[in-house]
């Protein structure tokens, strides 16, 4: 199998381990990332052509000089509360740049797409586990974006135009350690990267948002899903993408709090830190795990590290490696 696929935001977090995984698999690589928060070493020795999907008319040389037969399409913003501050950049970014990317793959013949999207379509939870057709009603822009562009590409496959899988991550942890690939986000928001920091000494303390949600232990549950894991989604996608599409939740079933992966970091790396409790984070749901049944009944996915130790040690093990992250 060497097909051609481009990978727009190779060079982030999610889009760097899925691409070093499909190039591992057989798959010729295009990577094509701004590096405005991705990183150059992160992309590794796989081709990189450094270039914002804002930029319809470089997309497009790209994908025909190129020829994409599949596209991975990564690049986004992602952070929920920039996008309540910045919400036109998130529109910008997120709705115009697939539009932008979508044009330049049909110019090039190119109908497969394997799309990022998130938990985030869901907003506040109908139920829980949640399910696919469960009702979709953002409560951010990121959120919104992502959903919009779902809606872009349902009507494209219905109208014939595009074969696609929208894979709805909940939330990616860990890290790639063989590959050497980790998390590495300025600003880092995410709990698992913070309480690293705290048990590195780089940040002083950790930080508990909200005690008083309705869960065993007051505080938020969320469904962790090794990022290994959610590569392999996405070889999966592509494998079957000509007979198997929709939108598919990526979860790995379980649901972790807060105060669960603060004593799990303090496991794996064997040190103390200072934990202090704060109000509520405005926007966040108490509870948040998926059902992944559709993925693997459909594709045959199912997660290889559940367990949160192993989620948790791998991100310790790339974080004790790579203190300051790639640039350090
Ligand atoms: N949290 C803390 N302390 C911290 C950081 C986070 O207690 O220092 C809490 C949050 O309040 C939340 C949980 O840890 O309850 C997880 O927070 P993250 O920021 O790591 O992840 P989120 O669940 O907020 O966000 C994830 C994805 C988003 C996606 C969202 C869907 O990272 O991209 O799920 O709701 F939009």
Known sequence: MSMRVLVTGGA?????????????????????????????????????????IGDATALRESCLRFKPEACLHFAARSLVGESRLEPALYFRTNVEGTANLLGALAAAGCRRLVFSSTAAVYGEPAGIPILEDDPRKPINPYGSTKLEVERILEEMSRAGDLRYASLRYFNAAGADVDAGLGEDHDPETHLIPRVIEAALGREPRAFIFGTDYPTLDGTC????????????????????????????NLGNGQGFSVRQVIEAVKKVSGREFEVVERPRREGDPGILTASS????????????????????????????????????
Do not use: C
Not at 28 to 44: E, P
């Open 12 to 52: 982030g977090y999610i889009g760097s381990v899925t691409a070093h995984m499909i190039a591992r698999a057989g798959y010729q690589i295009l990577v094509v990332d701004n590096l405005s928060k991705g990183h150059r070493q992160a992309v590794g020795d796989l081709d990189l052509e450094v270039l914002d």
């Open 221 to 248: 549950i969320r469904d962790y899903v090794h990022v290994k894991d959610l590569a392999r989604a996405h070889v999966l996608a592509l494998e079957h993408i000509d007979e198997e599409g929709g939108a598919f």
């Open 293 to 328: 049944e559709r993925i693997a009944g459909a594709l045959g996915w199912k997660a290889e590290h559940p367990g949160l130790e192993d989620i948790v040690g791998s991100a310790w093990s790339w974080h004790s490696e790579h203190p300051r992250g790639y640039t350090g």
